[in-house]
């Protein structure tokens, strides 16, 4: 399956891929959802709540995945394997760290992903975030970097970490410093945020997206 999904060769489908998979391509994204918590909330506590959940997210997702998983595991990443390393696509030279189980990648984004969809409640805007999350990980298999399970169990971690940061520390902390209030709106989600705002966030991501695109071309 991983020679499968490996990269083929082509020149433009490496750099687009390699665009794709840094972070500082999609710094873009996290500031526009920044914006979206900042302007959606009342009290800089539920701001600094939302953001210190999204933060929390993240070290969870990572300590777990390049702390403690990769060194326990310690299983080859498929471009450090000896056995196939010589076989593996990779674009640029760049055969990452050692080790590959599980991909922090894959954690990273789809714990960001959970919460945020648990936080906005908007249907669209969780299409879009996960599938942002899986394009990521793709990223990790063409570019040689991880295995399907490193991807999978990745993304399993991460969906647990976003589940239990929401409901076992955002919400029963939310409740304490916040008042109730029942959104019925057809302008804003459930939980208070604005359609308007949440269609600005997918319009980065997409023009990110198509940003990327274009410089994989030149």
Not at 105 to 133: D, E, G, P, Q, Y
Not at 152 to 168: D, H, N, P, S
Not at 182 to 209: A, H, P, R
Request: with cysteine.
């Amino acid at each position: 399956m991983f020679f499968l999904l490996n990269g083929g060769g082509s020149l433009f489908m490496d750099e687009f891929m390699s665009v794709l998979t840094s972070g500082l391509t999609w710094i873009p994204l996290y500031i526009a959802l920044v914006c979206l918590v900042v302007k959606n909330n009342e009290t800089m506590q539920q701001i600094i709540l939302v953001v210190g959940s999204a933060a929390l997210c993240i070290f969870l997702s990572d300590v777990m995945a390049d702390l403690i998983m990769k060194p326990l595991v310690g299983r080859f990443r498929p471009s450090n394997d000896p056995e196939i390393k010589y076989l593996v696509h990779i674009a640029n030279s760049v055969r990452g760290s050692d080790y590959g189980f599980f991909s922090a990648h894959a954690a990273n984004t789809m714990s960001l992903a959970v919460f945020l969809c648990l936080l906005v409640r908007n249907k669209t805007f969780n299409i879009f975030m996960v599938c942002w999350s899986l394009v990521n990980c793709y990223t990790r298999i063409y570019l040689g970097l991880h295995y399907p399970l490193d991807i999978l169990c990745g993304l399993a971690w991460g969906t647990l970490v976003g589940l239990g940061v929401y409901y076992l520390f955002y919400s029963r902390i939310y409740r304490r410093v916040s008042v109730k209030i029942n959104y019925v709106s057809s302008q804003y989600t459930s939980t208070g945020y604005s359609l308007l705002d949440i269609n600005i966030v997918l319009s980065v991501l997409v023009l990110t997206f198509v940003v990327a695109l274009i410089l994989s071309l030149i």
